[in-house]
C-alpha cells in the first residue's frame, strides 16, 4: 500500500521507473531478474493499493526415470503448453477478494470460539501447509487412460472406482521432506482427517488408489533390512505401506517404496 507524505510518516517510499515494452534478449546461461512495476498517483494524505499476482505455470512433470510423462490436474482449466502464467495470474487477481471471505468465514467460528484453546486453533489451520507444501501431486489422468492403465493388471476388477479417478485425479503427499514416500497409508491414518473434512473427493481418490495397490503385485526382489531376507518388494491382497515414491517410473506403478506393509515383512499388529 502506497501512503502520502503526512499520512504515515514511518514509510519510506522509494520509486522506481522501468520502460515499457519488450526488453533484450539474454544470452544463454547470463543470469538476469525480472521486475513488475506499477504506477499511480497518491492524493494528498490518501492512499492507494497496488495488487500483483506472482504465478508459476509447469504443467508437466515426470519422475526419476523420465519414461512418463504427467499433466498437474490445473491443466484440465488452464491448458498444457506452458503458456498460462498471464492466465493464472489474471485468475487470481479476480478471484483473490473472494478468496480471503470464503476463508475468513471458514476460520471465523474457530478462531472466535472461547471454548477452544489457542494452540488447538493454531494447528488446525496452520498445520495444513503440508498438503500443499509436502511434495504434493495433483494430476490429471490422460484421456487415453482406462481401468487398467492407471490400477494395473487388477484394475479391471476395480472398474467402477476409474470414474472417481477420472473426475476427480490423483493426489499425493510425501510423508515428510526426509520421508520420499507418497502416501504412507499408517502416516495417512492420522492425517486423512484433514482431506475428509475440507476435500473429501481428494479423500476417497486416495483411497481408490490403496484399494488398487491391494490386489496388485511386484514380484522384483528386494532386500529387507529388518530380517535381512530377500522377498519380493508387494504381495497381492496385502496392504502397501505407501505408492511409491519420486525417483521411480510412477508412484502409483510401483507401490511400496518402503516394501510395503506384507505379512511376510512385519507383524500382524502392524497390520
Not at 493454531?122 to 498445520?127: D, G, K, R, Y
Not at 484421456?143 to 476395480?158: F, I, N
Request: glycine share 8%; proline share 7%; net charge negative.
Amino acid at each position: 500500500m502506497l501512503f502520502s507524505g503526512g499520512e504515515s510518516p514511518s514509510f519510506l517510499t522509494v520509486c522506481f521507473s522501468y520502460p515499457t515494452g519488450k526488453g533484450s534478449l539474454t544470452e544463454k546461461g547470463e543470469v538476469t531478474a525480472a521486475a513488475v512495476c506499477a504506477s499511480c498517483t497518491v492524493p494528498a494524505r490518501g492512499h492507494r493499493t497496488l495488487e500483483v499476482a506472482l504465478a508459476w505455470d509447469m504443467p508437466r512433470i515426470h519422475f526419476g526415470s523420465k519414461e512418463k510423462l504427467h499433466l498437474r490436474r490445473y491443466t484440465r482449466y488452464f491448458g498444457s503448453a506452458g503458456d498460462a502464467c498471464p492466465a493464472l495470474s489474471h485468475y487470481a487477481l479476480t478471484h483473490c477478494e473472494q478468496w480471503e471471505e470464503k476463508i475468513e468465514s471458514w476460520q471465523r467460528p474457530i478462531l472466535e470460539s472461547s471454548h477452544l484453546p489457542p494452540w488447538y486453533k493454531s494447528a488446525l489451520f496452520n498445520e495444513l501447509y503440508f498438503l500443499a507444501d509436502g511434495g504434493t501431486l495433483w494430476l490429471e489422468l490422460p484421456p487415453e487412460a482406462c481401468a487398467e492403465d492407471v490400477q494395473g493388471p487388477a484394475g479391471a476388477g476395480l472398474s467402477q472406482l476409474f470414474p472417481v479417478l477420472r473426475e476427480y485425479g490423483r493426489f499425493a503427499y510425501l510423508e515428510g521432506q526426509e520421508y520420499r514416500m507418497y502416501n504412507t497409508y499408517d502416516v495417512h491414518f492420522y492425517a486423512s482427517f484433514a482431506l475428509a473434512m475440507l476435500w473429501p473427493k481428494l479423500e476417497i481418490s486416495l483411497q481408490y488408489d490403496i484399494a488398487a495397490a491391494v490386489l496388485n503385485e511386484d514380484t522384483q526382489p528386494r532386500l529387507y533390512l529388518m530380517n535381512g531376507q530377500t522377498a519380493q518388494v508387494k504381495l497381492r491382497n496385502v496392504v502397501p505401506h505407501d505408492i511409491g515414491e519420486p525417483g521411480k517410473v510412477s508412484p502409483w506403478h510401483v507401490a511400496g517404496a518402503r516394501a510395503g506393509l506384507c505379512r511376510a515383512a512385519h507383524s500382524p499388529a502392524q497390520l
